[in-house]
Every structure is written in C-alpha cells, then in structure tokens.
C-alpha cells in the first residue's frame, strides 16, 4: 500500500534525509580510513629511514651477530663523538634473566669487563636505536672514564651505591646519562640523517 498522498512529500522527504544521512557517514568513515592508512604509512617510513652512507671509522672493534648492521653504524658514530677510541664492543640480545636483574622496563644496558664493553639490547628501529644506543655510549664514557664502576653494587665517582638502592631516575649515573644524551642524539641524527 502506498503512502496517503499528504505524506508522500513527508515520506520521499525523510527517505532523502536518511540517504544523505548514509552517505555522509560512509564519507566521513571514509576520510578517516584514508588519514590512518597515511599515517601508519607516513609512521613506518619515519621509523625506518635509512642512514645516509657513511665510512664508519676504524677507532672501535664492534661484535655484532644478534643485530642488523644499522646497530653497528650508530654504535660507531656514537662511539666517535664521545671520544672512545680502541674498545672492543660486543653487541648481544637482551635476556631474560638480565631483565629480571633490574627494577623498571629493561630495554638496554652496558657493562665493562677485561677492558671490553658488553652491550645487550633488545631489537629496535633505526630512530629508536639511536635514542637507545646513544643514551648507553654515555654508561661507556662513565665507565672509560673511571667514573661508573659496577660490581654487584656500583662505584659512582667514589661512592659505593647498592643497585636497587635508588629509583632508577634517581640514581647519578642515569641522571647523567639523560642529561646529555639529548645532546648526542643530536649529533649521532646529524652524522646519519644529515640534519641541521
């Protein structure tokens, strides 16, 4: 049965409305598929940018087996602006065990031993590589340096500090190490990317 002739307009009226109604969500659904697939793409290609080609100097001995070579790259310019010159590094995966060792969310740490470094990190990015590896290469200047010692407590400039005696912000050596790992970022970003 059609509609009574009254209602008709009323009728083709709202069915109009709630086309539009349609259409405009399927837009604007539309639109927002669109802006996240540039983002995750725009995102992606930022994460994993490629280092410009550089010649990486012979001023360290760098073991890596665990990692793709980008690690060995921004180890070495890191190294380089820090003024560390004729270390052996070895670069391994994080393990499990070391993680249970320390309070906090793990992600790298460095130790020195026999005259070499031990890195141990988890696999990361090209960008976040450097913001890891950079704020480690200043945990390798402190102990080079003489000023980080680590033994089942730690040696800072002197002082013996039980580990988990501090929360891990607290602790000097970290406080150092975020104070001027900006600063190397910068430079390690500058070498590898190019930028002013």
Same mark, same amino acid.
């Given at each position: 049965?059609?509609?009574?002739?009254?209602?008709?307009?009323?009728?083709?009226?709202?069915?109009?409305?709630?086309?539009?109604?349609?259409?405009?969500?399927?837009?604007?659904?539309?639109?927002?598929?669109?802006?996240?697939?540039?983002?995750?793409?725009?995102k992606t290609r930022a994460e994993d940018k490629p280092y410009n080609q550089i010649e990486?100097?012979?001023?360290?001995?760098?073991?890596?087996?665990?990692?793709?070579?980008? *690690?060995?790259?921004?180890?070495?310019? $890191?190294?380089?602006?820090?003024?560390?010159? +004729?270390?052996?590094?070895? #670069? %391994?995966?994080?393990?499990?065990?070391?993680?249970?060792?320390?309070?906090?969310?793990?992600?790298?740490?460095?130790?020195?031993?026999?005259?070499?470094?031990?890195?141990?990190?988890?696999?990361?990015?090209?960008?976040?590589?450097?913001?890891?590896?950079?704020?480690?290469?200043?945990?390798?200047?402190?102990?080079?340096?003489?000023?980080?010692?680590?033994?089942?407590?730690?040696?800072?400039?002197?002082?013996?500090?039980?580990?988990?005696?501090?929360? *891990?912000?607290?602790?000097?050596?970290? $406080?150092?190490?975020?104070?001027?790992?900006? +600063?190397?970022?910068?430079? #390690? %970003?500058?070498?590898?990317?190019?930028?002013?």
């Amino acid at each position: 049965m059609a509609p009574p002739a009254v209602l008709v307009p009323y009728y083709f009226g709202a069915q109009i409305f709630m086309d539009m109604k349609k259409n405009i969500l399927l837009i604007i659904v539309g639109l927002i598929l669109i802006a996240l697939f540039f983002l995750i793409v725009t995102k992606t290609r930022a994460e994993d940018k490629p280092y410009n080609q550089i010649e990486l100097s012979a001023n360290n001995n760098i073991h890596n087996e665990a990692f793709p070579s980008y *690690y060995d790259t921004a180890l070495s310019v $890191a190294m380089d602006e820090m003024g560390l010159v +004729g270390y052996n590094v070895v #670069v %391994e995966a994080l393990s499990n065990e070391a993680r249970s060792q320390f309070d906090g969310e793990l992600k790298a740490h460095v130790r020195y031993y026999n005259g070499a470094f031990y890195l141990f990190t988890e696999m990361f990015n090209r960008n976040q590589i450097i913001d890891i590896l950079s704020h480690e290469v200043i945990h390798m200047q402190q102990y080079a340096s003489g000023d980080l010692i680590y033994n089942n407590d730690v040696i800072w400039k002197g002082e013996t500090i039980p580990l988990n005696s501090k929360e *891990y912000e607290e602790r000097p050596w970290e $406080a150092d190490a975020f104070s001027r790992q900006s +600063g190397l970022i910068s430079l #390690v %970003e500058k070498k590898l990317y190019n930028i002013d």
